[in-house]
Every structure is written in structure tokens, then in C-alpha cells.
């Protein structure tokens, strides 16, 4: 069974930097298409950013120059470093992983913006 566990998440204040981690586990990775996902209170869940096998990468506009997704194969893990973070970028944070047409989620992890 594939499992995806974040970490990272926390307080953060405006203009400062946070790293998030996904784990991946159970199940195939360097092939894989690994995303970023976050949902906000009251707001549907949006890509964030997205990085495939051969490590090329997508950003929503919002993020664009603030935040770098990564990978790393040896230890199965997806990165997404936040540099910049203005007070819409709290959300809780979500790793996702695309094996062919068969997504799995991770648990979330908090990203709380605040002074």
C-alpha cells in the first residue's frame, strides 16, 4: 500500500521561509508525477506545483518565484521549499502522488502565516 507522509508544516511569518516534505512509500517513485496541493478554509483545493520524471516542473501564477519543488529518488521524497510566504499561502498542504491514472494522497500538513 502507497504511502505519502508530509512534514515541515508550521507557523511561518511574512516574508519568511518554510520547507515541506512528502515521503513516499509502498510504491514506485522516480517515475512517478509528484504535486503540491493546498486548500484553504472555505476555498477549493489548488495545485500548487508539480514535478515529473524527468524533473520538469509546473507552478501556479500565485507562486511562481517564491516556491521550488524538487525531488530527491534516493529517499523517495518530494520537496516544496517557500520562500516568501505572504498571508495567502496558509492552507494545509498536500502531497500527491499520480501513478499512471491512480492518485493517492498524503495526510496534509498545516502552513499557518501569521505576524
Known amino acids: 500500500q502507497v504511502q505519502l507522509v508530509e512534514s515541515g508544516g508550521g507557523l511561518v511569518q511574512p516574508g519568511g521561509s518554510l520547507r515541506l516534505s512528502c515521503v513516499v512509500s509502498?510504491?514506485?517513485?522516480?517515475?512517478?508525477?509528484m504535486s503540491w496541493y493546498r486548500q484553504a478554509p472555505g476555498k477549493q483545493r489548488e495545485l500548487v506545483a508539480r514535478i515529473n520524471s524527468i524533473n520538469s516542473t509546473t507552478y501556479v501564477d500565485s507562486v511562481k518565484g517564491r516556491f521550488t519543488i524538487s525531488r530527491d529518488n534516493a529517499k523517495n521524497t518530494v520537496y516544496l521549499q517557500m520562500n516568501s510566504v505572504k498571508f495567502g499561502d496558509a492552507a494545509v498542504y498536500y502531497c500527491?502522488?499520480?501513478?499512471?491514472?491512480?492518485?493517492?494522497w498524503g495526510q496534509g500538513t498545516q502552513v499557518t502565516v501569521d505576524s
Open positions: 500527491h502522488r499520480l501513478w499512471g491514472s491512480i492518485p493517492t
Open positions: 509502498g510504491g514506485i517513485f522516480s517515475t512517478v508525477t
